[in-house]
């Protein structure tokens, strides 16, 4: 089993910016990437951004690319979320989640997920 838990979300004001963090524990041996998904209320869970533990390839939803970005920190098992030039549609609980296989972005394949995070963008 992997453990994770993320911290960082909050309250900001369109045009800021913000730093999420996940921590993993556990059987992290067995992590081949690490992801952010979020929902927004009413919505379903989507997609964030994507990053291959061993190799740090990365991956974004549209939405976020060019504001977004992903890292990792292999060392202290973390992996973080900066968010630039906030928007009030990026309003969500945003998850962090760790894949076991290759496949990037889709829900179903991340195997372990961590407790989530409200992140407000206000206008």
């Known amino acids: 089993q992997v453990q994770l838990v993320e911290s960082g979300g909050g309250l900001v004001q369109a045009g800021g910016s913000l730093r999420l963090s996940c921590v993993a524990s556990?059987?992290?041996?067995?992590?081949?990437?690490m992801g952010w998904f979020r929902q927004a209320p009413g919505k379903k869970r989507e997609f964030v951004a994507d990053?291959?533990?061993?190799?740090?390839?990365?991956y974004y939803a549209e939405s976020v690319k060019g504001r977004f970005t992903i890292s990792r920190d292999i060392a202290k098992n973390m992996v973080y979320l900066q968010m630039n030039s906030l928007k009030p549609e990026d309003t969500a609980v945003y998850y962090c989640?760790?894949?076991?296989?290759?496949?990037?972005?889709?829900?179903?394949?991340?195997?372990?997920w961590g407790q989530g995070t409200q992140v407000t963008v206000s206008s």
């Open positions: 989640a760790a894949r076991r296989d290759s496949i990037v972005g889709v829900m179903d394949e991340y195997n372990y």
């Open positions: 556990g059987r992290t041996f067995s992590i081949y990437g």
């Open positions: 990053i291959g533990w061993t190799i740090g390839d990365k």
